[in-house]
T-cell receptor
Framework: SAVISQKPSRDICQRGTSLTIQCQVD?????MFWYRQQPGQSLTLIAT?????????ESGFVIDKFPISRPNLTFSTLTVSNMSPEDSSIYLC???????????FGPGTRLTVT | TQLLEQSPQFLSIQEGENLTVYCNSS?????LQWYRQEPGEGPVLLVT?????EVKKLKRLTFQFGDARKDSSLHITAAQPGDTGLYLC???????????FGAGTQVVVTP
């Protein structure tokens, strides 16, 4: 298993600004992912954070809006750029590895854009 | 379209009752996972099922993977308030680590 921490745990931001969310894993992992979730609803995958190369984005998500970094095997950041109220959500990072790709999640970052 | 169909969407039961949550698909998966998420927390992995027909037990929780590896169920016996949470199934259609999640089942167990 892996222990994941995220910072900040929550934030309230103004429209047009950007927020960077940090995700730290307590061990080296093969894969890291970023998800978005509305309270009580399912998870939507934003992108796969690739170590040493550009992230792989899902349909509907673009690098200019959600730039991602992954400088090593234990750390990743997600930036939400030029925020609007529609970006208000919970952002979760996860780490996966092993043959079954079992995922371990951080506690999430609750973002409110006013 | 949703790859994984979960049902029901919402379940409210009394303590001591049993419940079953279903996760269905038309696709075959090499593995399927179940997670539980409590408010303010990230999802926590409960189990991974791999073999068709497999049954796994975790205390009062019983997980079953369909023979054809297209569906799964989660059964809770004698539910307790601590079982309250959002239950999510997830599968890895490409076998490359990128998971898709079902819509989730919100379970509320009242004392």
């Amino acid at each position: 298993s892996a222990v994941i921490s995220q910072k900040p745990s929550r934030d309230i931001c103004q429209r047009g600004t950007s927020l960077t969310i940090q995700c730290q894993v307590d061990s080296q992992v093969t894969m890291m992912f970023w998800y978005r979730q509305q309270p009580g609803q399912s998870l939507t995958l934003i992108a796969t954070a690739n170590q040493g190369s550009e992230a792989t984005y899902e349909s509907g998500f673009v690098i200019d809006k959600f730039p991602i970094s992954r400088p090593n095997l234990t750390f990743s950041t997600l930036t939400v750029s030029n925020m609007s109220p529609e970006d208000s959500s919970i952002y979760l990072c996860s780490a996966a590895g092993g043959g079954l790709y079992e995922q371990y999640f951080g506690p999430g970052t609750r973002l409110t854009v006013t | 379209t949703q790859l994984l169909e979960q049902s029901p969407q919402f379940l409210s039961i009394q303590e001591g009752e049993n419940l079953t949550v279903y996760c269905n698909s038309s696709s075959v998966f090499s593995s399927l996972q179940w997670y539980r998420q409590e408010p303010g927390e990230g999802p926590v992995l409960l189990v991974t099922v791999v073999t068709g027909g497999e049954v796994k037990k975790l205390k009062r929780l019983t997980f079953q993977f369909g023979d054809a590896r297209k569906d799964s169920s989660l059964h809770i016996t004698a539910a307790q308030p601590g079982d309250t949470g959002l239950y999510l199934c997830a599968a890895n259609p490409s076998s490359r680590g990128k998971f898709q999640f079902g819509a989730g089942t919100q379970v509320v167990v009242t004392p």
